[in-house]
């Protein structure tokens, strides 16, 4: 009894160690703003977020990496629904910290041409409290994150899970949420 009560805690205690920590902004608090190159439909751009927020509210969600499995599902489940943002006056775009060239063909395929991905600089990462850090040693990726920002710059809905499913449901509903003077 004793020991395997020894062996769950160990076991515990270990996955507890290698499991990234959340330290994500909170709802609420002002969206820092940032310039970033980025890329839609394969072409090039500057974004800038004040700049986007004037159009209505912002799906900023960063990911960890272009091409691996759960970035390129996620990315496909916004791209199929980007319709439904425009249509609820959102702008969606993915954050990560690939270089442009990566952005450029990760818009093309797995973005399907349907919305932005930019450069998160390691000033806009840390901004964001999306360094995913293993073990308290960052990774130089960022964490699946997702923020709705509405039109005056506040964070209205934060989302941190590296499970990719529910980010596209859940910052929607967010956007939907917002009153019409926020979009």
Do not use: W
Request: glycine share 8%; proline share 5%; with cysteine.
């Amino acid at each position: 009894m004793i020991r395997t009560a020894l062996l769950v805690a160990t076991a515990l205690a270990a996955t507890t160690l290698s499991a990234p920590a959340s330290a994500e902004l909170p709802k609420g608090a002002a969206a820092p703003d940032f310039t970033t190159q980025g890329t839609l439909a394969g072409k090039p751009f500057t974004f800038h977020l004040r700049q986007a927020l004037k159009k209505g509210p912002v799906v900023l969600y960063f990911y960890p990496k272009a091409f691996t499995q759960g970035c390129t599902l996620e990315a496909h489940a916004f791209a199929e629904a980007t319709p439904d943002f425009a249509r609820a006056g959102a702008t969606v775009v993915g954050m990560s910290a690939d270089d442009l060239p990566a952005l450029v063909k990760f818009s093309r395929e797995a973005c399907r041409d349907k919305f932005a991905v930019g450069i998160a600089s390691p000033a806009v990462i840390k901004a964001y409290d999306v360094d995913l850090k293993r073990e308290g040693v960052s990774t130089g990726l960022t964490t699946r994150t997702s923020y709705v920002i509405a039109r005056d710059g506040r964070i209205r809905m934060v989302h941190s899970n590296m499970d990719y499913r529910d980010h596209v449901r859940l910052t929607l509903e967010a956007v939907k949420a917002l009153g019409k003077g926020q979009r």
